[in-house]
């Protein structure tokens, strides 16, 4: 089972770009060389800000979608435990939405 990470960078222009992977060195070295995503590319050099280890894909999506949400300063006070409970809730939110009815 592979292990997924949400990240969240700083460019060079002060933007940040939040992602998931499962392999964040590699990830990070792509965007570096311009073949990551499209939002990073050509402002490089990129900081990593933030990541958090999740136990699948799918939590994964919902703790970038819960960042993606977050105003810019939230974004950047993000620590580790802000981002774990960004992390509990979505784990929940996921067991919510795959109990049976």
């Known amino acids: ?11 060079a222009d002060d933007t940040l770009y939040c992602g998931i992977t499962n ?3 590699a990830r990070l070295a792509a965007h570096e060389a311009g073949r990551g995503a499209k939002y990073t590319r050509g402002r490089g050099p990129l900081q990593l800000v933030a990541s958090r280890r999740c136990r699948d894909k799918g939590v994964a999506l919902r703790i970038e979608h819960a960042i993606k949400k977050l105003a ?9 435990r802000r981002l774990g409970a960004i992390a509990r809730a979505a784990a929940a939110a996921k067991m919510r939405d795959t109990a049976p009815k």
């Open 23 to 25: 392999d964040l060195p």
């Open 72 to 80: 810019r300063r939230d974004k950047l006070a993000l620590d580790a």
């Open 1 to 11: 089972m592979a292990v997924w990470t949400v990240y969240l960078v700083r460019c």
